[in-house]
C-alpha cells in the first residue's frame, strides 16, 4: 500500500512509498483512510526537529490527524461496526497515575505513544491500524467537518482547562486575545465566540485572506500585525483570556514567547491575564522564563 513516511531526524525525508499493509490485533480495527490533515507538527518532524520510529522500523508512516471507514473489526466492540466512520485519537497511554485515570494528555513520565509522531505509524496511508478503544464514531452528517476533531479537541482542553483552574475564584472574562490564526487559532476562535466572548484574533495575513475571513464570518475582530504595529489593549477593564500557538506574531498589552510544551501548558499572565500554549517541542529553559514572568 502506499504510505506518506520520513526518516525521523532527517530534514527533508518525507516521500510516498510502498510499505506492506497492517496487520491488526485482536484488539485493534482495520481502517481505510478517507482524509488526514497536515498540521504545524507534521512540518516540524518533516524538519527532522523530532518524531520517532516505532520499535524495529527505519521510518515513520505520518499523519495523525484523520477521517477514516473501518474496514474490518472483531464484533462489534465499543459500539464500532464495520463500515463506520471514525476518527482515532492520537495518543496512547503508558502506565502514569494520569494515564491510568484516562487523562493520557496530562502525562507526567513521557513514556507515552502518538500515532505518526512517537513510536506508533500514522494515518498517512491507505490502510492503518488503532486499539478500538481510542476511536471516535463519527456521524455522516459530518463527514466533511470530521477530520478536524483532532486540532478540535487541542483548542477544546485549552478552553477547558483555563476556565477549570479559574473554578477556585470568581472570573468572568469578557474578552479574548488569540495569536495566530492556524487552524487551532480559528478553531478556538470559534469556542470561544460560542461562550459570547469578544475575541480579537492576531496574525501575519492580510485583512482580505481566508484567515481573516473566517475569523471575522465568527464575529471576531482580526488583526493583520503586519499593517498594524502598536500594542493591543482592552478598551476598559475586565478579565483577559489569551491563547495561541506562536508568539511573536503581535505585541500584546503582556509580553508572550516562542514556547512549546509537550502537553497544554496554561500559565498564570500579569494581573490576572491566563496564556494558553498549544503546540509542541522546545525546552526547560524556556518554560522557566516563561513561568518567571
Known amino acids: 500500500m502506499r504510505a506518506l513516511t520520513v526518516t525521523p531526524g532527517v530534514k527533508n525525508s518525507i516521500r510516498?512509498?510502498?510499505?506492506?499493509?497492517?496487520?491488526?490485533?485482536s484488539s485493534?480495527?482495520?481502517?481505510?483512510?478517507?482524509?488526514?490533515?497536515?498540521c504545524g507538527t507534521d512540518l516540524d518532524i518533516n524538519q527532522g526537529f523530532y518524531g520517532e520510529a516505532p520499535a524495529g522500523s527505519s521510518y515513520l508512516v505520518t499523519g495523525h490527524e484523520s477521517l477514516a471507514t473501518v474496514e474490518s473489526i472483531l464484533g462489534n466492540a465499543h459500539g464500532i461496526s464495520r463500515g463506520d466512520l471514525v476518527v482515532p485519537t492520537v495518543r496512547r497511554p503508558d502506565s502514569c497515575m494520569n494515564c491510568l485515570k484516562g487523562e493520557s494528555d496530562m502525562c507526567v513520565t513521557g513514556n507515552y505513544r502518538e500515532h505518526g509522531?512517537?513510536?506508533?505509524?500514522?494515518?498517512g496511508s491507505e490502510f492503518a491500524v488503532s486499539d478500538v478503544q481510542f476511536l471516535?464514531?463519527?456521524?455522516?452528517?459530518?463527514?466533511?467537518?470530521?477530520?478536524?476533531?483532532?486540532?478540535?479537541?487541542?483548542?477544546?482542553?485549552?478552553?477547558?482547562?483555563?476556565?477549570?483552574?479559574?473554578?477556585r475564584m470568581l472570573w468572568k472574562p469578557k474578552r479574548v486575545l488569540i495569536l495566530g490564526a492556524g487552524p487551532v487559532g480559528l478553531l478556538t476562535t470559534y469556542l470561544l465566540r460560542l461562550k459570547g466572548l469578544q475575541v480579537v484574533v492576531t496574525a501575519t495575513r492580510a485583512k482580505d485572506s481566508a484567515k481573516a475571513r473566517l475569523a471575522e464570518r465568527a464575529g471576531a475582530v482580526y488583526v493583520n500585525t503586519g499593517e498594524q504595529s502598536g500594542k493591543i489593549r482592552p478598551n476598559h477593564g475586565g478579565d483577559w483570556l489569551g491563547s495561541g500557538r506562536n508568539a511573536g506574531n503581535g505585541h500584546a498589552e503582556y509580553e508572550w514567547y516562542h514556547v512549546f510544551s509537550r502537553n497544554l501548558l496554561v500559565n498564570n499572565g500579569p494581573r490576572g491575564h491566563w496564556r494558553i500554549l498549544q503546540g509542541c517541542c522546545l525546552g526547560q529553559q524556556d518554560l522557566l522564563r516563561l513561568s518567571q514572568r
Do not use: C, N
Open 28 to 38: 485493534q480495527a482495520l481502517l481505510r483512510l478517507q482524509e488526514i490533515g497536515i
Open 16 to 25: 510516498l512509498e510502498d510499505i506492506d499493509p497492517p496487520t491488526p490485533s
Open 117 to 123: 509522531i512517537k513510536r506508533l505509524h500514522g494515518f
Open 136 to 167: 471516535v464514531k463519527v456521524p455522516s452528517k459530518l463527514a466533511d467537518v470530521a477530520v478536524l476533531l483532532e486540532p478540535m479537541s487541542v483548542a477544546e482542553k485549552g478552553v477547558y482547562q483555563a476556565f477549570k483552574i479559574q473554578e
